[in-house]
């Protein structure tokens, strides 16, 4: 199961006396953070970064980038790290202090995929499931047993709209607990 974060975690590591500053965040931040954190460490070497986001239609689409760094070096083996661990819509951003060694094409590889790998250790880490709006509609008298179950399911209400024969209520949620949702509609025969 794909897991994600919902708030950043911070990670550091010092390599031959380089330092890596890792930052797993949320894929709806990761520009804005990025830009954030190449105004906040100007002095920095390089900021590395990996990400993977999942479309509406399923379809990964997966990004890293070496800044400067030798070619496939940093941002592949961050990559790999964010696959291996099956995390998804997130990414993680590798800030590089240099610190006068080489490292060598290993050794690079073994600190950025190692920072990114302490960040997720660091993480707060969630099942990610799809989210998913659906629009439900009632009757007066079974409006009671819909706001219940509602309640119960935890999902959020995003309008209410009543009309003639009863209410259409939108929500939003896991398609998992929409799911728990629909089979209670159909105990009620409003499908």
């Not at 797993?24 to 954190?37: G, H, K, N, S």
Request: charged share 25%; aromatic share 6%; glycine share 8%.
């Amino acid at each position: 199961m794909s897991q994600t974060v919902q708030t950043e975690a911070f990670a550091e590591l010092e390599e031959k006396k380089s330092r890596f500053l890792a930052f797993l965040v949320p894929i709806d931040q990761f520009a804005t953070r990025l830009d954030e954190l190449r105004i906040e460490h100007r002095k920095a070497s390089h900021h590395v970064t990996a990400f993977r986001r999942i479309h509406d239609d399923d379809h990964i689409e997966e990004g890293a980038k070496d800044d400067g760094e030798p070619a496939g070096t940093s941002g592949m083996p961050m990559l790999k790290v964010l696959i291996g661990r099956d995390l998804i819509n997130c990414g993680v951003i590798v800030v590089r202090y240099f610190g006068g060694t080489k490292l060598g094409a290993g050794g690079l590889a073994r600190a950025y995929s190692g920072a990114a790998s302490m960040a997720i250790d660091a993480a707060s880490l969630s099942l990610w499931q799809r989210i998913v709006k659906k629009t439900i509609t009632g009757r007066f008298d079974q409006t009671s047993d819909i706001e219940r179950q509602l309640s119960l399911l935890e999902l959020d209400i995003l309008d209410r709209s009543y009309h003639a024969e009863g209410v259409d209520i939108s929500v939003q949620g896991p398609q998992s607990v929409i799911e728990e949702l629909d089979a209670f509609m159909q105990e009620l025969n409003l499908y």
